[in-house]
């Protein structure tokens, strides 16, 4: 029968990561994500030289800061949405705006 007060408490086998776990993921696949962001400049550098490129790809470097930043704050969440969206903004501009 069950009674409001004699609850069984959950077992500890939580399926994901702790938050300290998803913390240190998101800030080093931000800092993976900054180091490619800065090959791909040199490279795009190497064959056209603009300050559009540097302008995307400078913002794509400043925006993994800012996710690393987020996430040692625990804005986990925040971070990886915003690194999403913000890596996926460059690209579409690198496509779109640059020549």
């Known amino acids: 029968m069950d009674m ?8 500890d086998s939580r399926v994901g990561l702790t938050p300290r776990q998803a913390r240190g993921i998101r800030i080093v696949l931000a ?8 090959v ?3 490279v795009r550098l190497a ?3 603009s300050v559009l ?6 913002a ?11 996430s040692r704050h625990g804005r986990t969440r925040l971070g990886t949405w915003l690194l999403g969206l ?7 501009a690198d496509w779109l705006l640059l020549p």
Do not use: D, F
């Not at 800092?31 to 800065?38: D, E, G, Q």
């Not at 490129?53 to 400078?58: A, D, L, N, S």
């Not at 913000?86 to 579409?92: D, K, M, P, Q, V």
């Open 4 to 11: 409001p007060g004699n609850e069984e408490p959950l077992p």
């Open 47 to 49: 064959s056209r030289t």
């Open 60 to 70: 794509a470097l400043v925006l993994c800061g800012v996710v690393i930043e987020l």
């Open 53 to 58: 490129v540097v302008g995307v790809y400078g």
């Open 40 to 42: 791909v400049l040199v």
């Open 86 to 92: 913000g890596l996926a903004a460059a690209l579409a």
């Open 31 to 38: 800092s993976v994500l900054m180091v490619a962001m800065a």
